[in-house]
């Protein structure tokens, strides 16, 4: 029988349609990365950080704006020189990894602090801006110490938002600028409170932010008992609202803060009590993803006018905390409609803050005062990026060099089936695409119906399926509109989970750009959905950012190369900095990928620089992950050597040294899809292949 590719050759020769191949090859040769650039629309969301150099890899352009060409990093290259020089150990490649680049992250920071600097200068504002990050943004420890260490000269800070989110920023914010603030949301019991003003009495700033009213008992008890002069401020729920996924928390039935009657209530209490002095901050937040410049001036206007009343009610009001929301652009539209986009620069996110301010503050006749935001996504999601590796493709159409299921065309199909067939080929002929593929429906129901009555072999129903994808991929390429559960010609697995690490794709229908690393001076011909490893229908991703000349904002499709045999093939996703890595759970028990760290050393000594790569945190092992159900590997381990004896005993195998070796091995390895084969050499007896 002729392989796959000959076949599907000869039905299109028989057919008279044009080979795919050739097509592709003729498309491939006027491909060019600058093609690959706007299909992806890399510079629409990745401007300053990310493009296309001339070998067709995604670079990394760490120093934003300010990064020469020589600075560029280019990340498939970069992995596999990593990956010869095994400087990363045992899971890589084999395992999902996130990068993160330090130098983006400074350049964000820098970014919004110089955006707001310069807005301040531009119309005359007499406060100054001092921003806190929020850290349930991201907790990992290297991403929160180098906030507060490229932070510190401008006195940048931290929020919390819970209890151990405090002592991780109170124990952070040790080593940064004394003028930073420590910014306590949250619900809050007499802990969280104690806490809050011990770190007072370790030279912290820390901002005791009421949200509930009877907060407040407890911050003016324990202040008392404790002999701590808090630092007050409220959290306002506010009458303006935004409609995007995120306004859920803003608005009068949002979620959070205090109402007007509340903010009343508090102010005499604390007079009663002469510590109206201790209210020093007003805080508020809009909701993540502002939309639009008129949302954030509304929400913004409101909140400056309860400042304003609060500093004439007699507060010692010096602060008013924006709260966050500053957006990021994960589709590039620059669109205000979409949960997915912002219409706005941070540079105009900060002059409209300033402005609103700033008319309330005149209107009112109110000292201007220090503006803090609690900006997390706009700070961290570009300086992370995840890069996965394609384990294998499930192509709908016959285009693999693979052999595959034979195509019989020929006289060996049933009677009925046969001529089904040539009814199809007559249909394709004339260009009936529609009613093409309904016959080609039919052939496939009526082999199903054949197979199930013993009057079709699993081969000639192989090759049926194989026809009507065929068929499913000519009409296509003819115009044929196409239901989505066909518009992509295969399925791309990945060594990932979705559910550990880009977890807001299943849960919100987040937006990730999502692109192949390398190759992208080729022509991506290949349109996929991605599955990942997980035992879930859901652990799929098949809605992307949309590809130049779609019209769309979404993609139901990714445009991806074909695999080449022992060639690896990475997809990047990125912008995910923000909330993946907390949010993420460990679902068919896949943990967490390994972190390194890629920044150039003494960059200004141009002679001595070096790119740095290095892991700061391993991945989760299959112990790991187990011990987060509870399961001790070491107890496991033994019940494990006890069966073995036993099997020992029985004659089962013949000796346990090997077996042993191989078990304790698997506890300790990667809980993705690896290539290491560790567990199997041990068994084998053999040295471990690296
Ligand atoms: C989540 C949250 C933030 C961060 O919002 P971003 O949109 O990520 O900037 C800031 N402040 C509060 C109170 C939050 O709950």
């Known amino acids: 029988m002729a392989p796959l590719a000959e076949s599907v050759a000869a ?25 690959s650039s706007s299909l992806y629309k890399i510079n629409a969301w990745g401007s300053p950080y990310f493009s296309v150099n001339a070998e067709g890899n995604i670079t990394v352009r760490p120093f934003g704006r300010h990064t020469k060409q020589n600075e560029e990093i280019d990340i498939f290259q970069t992995l596999e020189k990593a990956m010869e020089d095994k400087v990363l150990g045992d899971d890589f490649p084999f395992s999902p990894i996130i990068l993160r680049f330090p130098d983006i992250l400074k350049d964000r920071l820098e970014t919004l602090q110089s955006a707001f600097d310069s807005a301040i200068q531009a119309s005359h504002y007499e406060g100054r801006f001092q921003g806190v990050f929020p850290v349930k943004c991201n907790q990992d420890r290297s991403v929160v110490e180098n906030i507060v260490k490229f932070g510190t000269p401008f006195h940048f800070g931290l929020e919390a938002g819970s209890k151990a989110e ?48 009877e907060e407040l008992d407890l911050v003016i008890n324990l202040s008392r008992s404790l002999c701590i002069e808090p630092l007050i401020g409220l959290r306002a729920k506010l009458h303006a609202k935004h409609n995007g996924h995120f306004g859920e928390t803003s608005g009068e039935n949002g979620k959070f803060g205090l109402t007007c009657m509340q903010i009343v209530n508090i102010v005499s209490k604390l007079r009663r009590c002469k510590m109206l002095h201790c209210l020093q901050l007003l805080h508020f937040h809009i909701g993540s993803q502002i939309p639009s410049l008129s949302v954030l001036y509304d929400g913004v206007s409101e909140a400056a006018h309860i400042y304003c009343e609060l500093s004439n009610m007699g507060a010692n009001m010096h602060c008013i905390d924006i709260g966050g929301g500053l957006g990021v652009d994960y589709d590039g539209s620059h669109f205000q409609e979409s949960d997915m986009s912002v219409g706005y620069t941070v540079e105009e996110y900060a002059r409209e803050v300033v402005l609103a301010v700033k008319d309330a503050c005149y209107m009112k006749g109110v000292k201007q005062p220090t503006l803090c935001s609690e900006s997390g996504r706009a700070i961290v999601s570009h300086h992370s990026v995840l890069v996965f590796d394609v384990v294998s493709a499930e192509e709908k159409i016959g285009t693999s060099e693979d052999e595959g299921v034979p195509l019989q065309v020929d006289g060996t199909l049933p009677d009925p089936i046969r001529r089904l067939c040539d009814d199809l080929a007559a249909l394709i002929w004339v260009g009936n695409y529609e009613s093409a593929m309904e016959c080609a429906n039919s052939v496939k129901l009526s082999s199903v119906r054949h197979f199930k009555k013993g009057e079709l072999s699993l081969m000639h129903l192989a090759s049926v399926n194989t026809l009507y ?40 229908g987040q937006l990730f750009p999502i ?39 979404r993609s139901t499709c990714l445009r991806v190369h074909p695999l080449v045999r022992r060639k690896r093939y990475y997809l990047g996703m990125f912008l995910g900095g923000a909330y993946q890595e907390a949010l993420g759970g460990i679902h068919n028990l896949f943990g967490a990928p390994p972190v390194v760290q890629i920044s150039w050393k003494n960059r200004r000594e141009m002679k001595t620089r070096k790119l740095q790569v290095s892991k700061v945190r391993d991945g989760q092992t299959i112990s790991d992950v187990l011990k987060c159900m509870q399961f001790e590997p070491s107890a496991m381990l033994q019940t494990l050597h006890l069966a073995l004896q036993r099997s020992l005993k029985d004659g089962l195998v013949e000796e346990e040294e090997d077996a042993m070796r191989a078990l304790d091995c698997s506890f300790s390895s990667t809980t993705y899809l690896s290539t290491a084969r560790s567990v199997a050499s041990a068994l084998l007896h053999t040295a471990v292949i690296g």
């Open 469 to 508: 994808d065929l068929i499913a991929g000519i009409t296509e390429k003819r115009g044929h509109k196409m239901s989505p559960e066909t518009s992509y010609d295969a399925v791309y697995h990945i060594n990932l989970s979705i559910f550990r690490s880009m977890p807001d794709t299943w849960a919100i």
């Open 11 to 35: 039905f299109y020769e028989r057919y008279g349609l044009s080979s795919q191949q050739e097509g592709n090859a003729r498309k491939a040769k006027s491909w060019s990365v600058n093609k």
């Open 515 to 553: 692109v192949p690393l390398q190759r992208l001076d080729e022509e991506p011909t290949i349109r996929a959905i991605l599955s990942d490893l997980t035992c879930d229908s859901d652990g799929k991703i098949s809605t992307f950012v949309g590809h130049e000349g779609m019209g769309s904002a």
């Open 166 to 213: 405090l002592l991780l920023a109170m124990s952070s914010l040790c080593s940064g600028s004394p003028h930073a603030l420590l910014v306590c949301n949250g619900y809050k019991d007499a802990d969280y409170v104690a806490l809050a003003l011990l770190a007072r009495k370790l030279r912290l700033n820390s901002f005791i932010v009421l949200e509930q009213e």
